[in-house]
């Protein structure tokens, strides 16, 4: 049987066309496939107007379940805790510990980015702050059917719980009415308070416009399929929405110091994800580019998912011949990638370099893998360059700010006579005299 050779494709920051050649790997548009923009946007309004009774005729057509009533697709608490039980001790053991890192991360993200509000007195008595309050509730959309998700539970429910979100939904797809447990122990452990399975754009609409069954949510976070992200971008202002996630990234700048295999396996660890997810390598060595591909076409053939690794590697991996690390460094920030990884002797030095990446990597220890389960902070992370003005998914995104403006009487003669003159300028004559304590 012969064996293809998979090639990645070769870039070289010394070609004219480089820039375009690379631009070009990068490009990905988030599908906008009209049909099922079309059908996405049906469904919401189905959901809108008939609530349970069209969730529930959905979740029967797309999920095949045989479910009557809506109340067959809420799972109890006591069938969580079961499914917790139920696992073999260490797996059990594993999921606890990853909950406890990614609660401890989180909780130390709360009080760094000053969740408690602050307040400052004026000379004159005035009072200025700052009031941060939890949202009410929180939908988390978790995808199922070919795949189990228990991490995304994790990383979405820990930090709305740390943040004091009151009441976390969970709606996720059983299609067939085959339940993960080590999703629903996930859901125990994270603390989630009702969970539904129900999934789609159906389930989208249910958590954004309310039903007699499911509450209305302030947020719904969580990655799902085109219809799922159709849905949110509908509902968007209705109610939050985390991210529109594209494929999963990885970019790995490598001194040539790491093992070749391990690189080759990084890359692969993003690549097994789907044909449209991206791994690039960056190095200024030719010689270490040639062992990394050398070391793909040695390891793949053991994958069980080497198709997917291949097409993906294929159609949107590369390989970037650079001058130096510090030119990497200026290709990483022009990338912007989810996941970041800094393989090399001194790690440290080049990251003080980087100014867009959802998660750094550092070191060839650090494998993004391990960020994906258990390091501890978010794997919920910006895809597609937006790193460039977003960030990892924290408990800022499950929290509010209400500004505080407690002005004395002597306060308001002075700011009075500033707002007043303002207004005048603008033609606001209410708000002049409003504001005018004379």
């Not at 979405?156 to 740390?162: D, E, F, G, L, M």
């Not at 994270?190 to 958590?207: E, P, W």
């Not at 990483?332 to 100014?355: C, Q, V």
């Amino acid at each position: 049987m012969t064996v293809t050779t998979l090639t990645l494709r070769q870039l070289d920051t010394a070609d004219t066309d480089f820039q375009a050649k690379l631009m070009a790997v990068l490009a990905f548009e988030a599908s906008e496939d009209e049909a099922i923009d079309r059908a996405a946007a049906g469904i919401i309004a189905d959901v809108k107007q008939r609530g349970d009774a069209a969730v529930l005729e959905y979740t029967q057509k797309f999920d095949r379940l045989s479910a009557t009533h809506m109340s067959a697709l809420e799972i109890p608490r006591a069938e969580m805790q079961a499914a917790l039980n139920s696992l073999p001790a260490a797996r059990r053991d594993a999921l606890q510990q990853a909950a406890e890192r990614v609660r401890v991360y989180h909780e130390r993200q709360k009080k760094e980015c000053g969740s408690e509000g602050f307040s400052f007195t004026e000379a004159d008595g005035t009072v200025l702050g700052q009031k941060v309050t939890a949202l009410d509730k929180v939908g988390i959309y978790v995808p199922g059917g070919k795949a189990a998700y228990p991490s995304s539970v994790l990383m979405n429910a820990i930090p709305a719980k740390v943040a004091g979100v009151g009441e976390i939904i969970m709606v996720v797809p059983t299609p067939d009415g085959v339940k993960n447990p080590l999703v629903l122990a996930a859901a125990e452990i994270a603390g989630v308070d009702r969970v539904f399975t129900i999934g789609g754009a159906q389930a989208v609409a249910a958590l954004a416009h309310g039903t007699a069954t499911i509450p209305q949510v302030d947020k719904i976070v969580g990655p799902g399929n085109a219809y799922v992200a159709a849905a949110k971008r509908r509902v968007f202002g209705i109610v939050g929405i985390d991210m529109i996630a594209g494929p999963s990234e990885i970019l790995v700048l490598a001194d040539g110091t790491t093992d070749p295999d391990w690189v080759a396996m990084d890359l692969f660890s993003q690549a097994e994800h789907d044909e449209l997810a991206q791994s690039i390598l960056v190095c200024p060595d030719a010689t270490y580019l040639a062992r990394v591909q050398a070391s793909v076409n040695k390891l793949i053939a053991d994958m069980p998912r080497k198709d997917v690794i291949r097409t993906s590697l294929t159609q949107r991996g590369a390989m970037i011949k650079v001058r130096d690390m510090d030119e990497a460094c200026e290709i990483a920030n022009l990338i912007a990638a989810e996941h970041l990884e800094i393989s090399a002797a001194n790690p440290t030095l080049w990251a003080d370099k980087i100014r867009h990446a959802g998660a750094m990597f550092l070191g060839r220890f650090s494998s993004e893998s391990l960020g994906d389960y258990c390091a501890g902070p978010n794997h919920v992370l910006p895809t597609s360059r937006t790193a460039r003005f977003s960030s990892p998914l924290g408990v800022y995104d499950f929290q509010k700010r209400s500004s505080i403006i407690h002005v004395s009487e002597a306060g308001a003669q002075t700011l009075g006579k500033i707002a007043a003159e303002l207004a005048y300028g603008e033609g606001l004559q209410a708000h002049a005299r409003s504001a005018d304590c004379d």
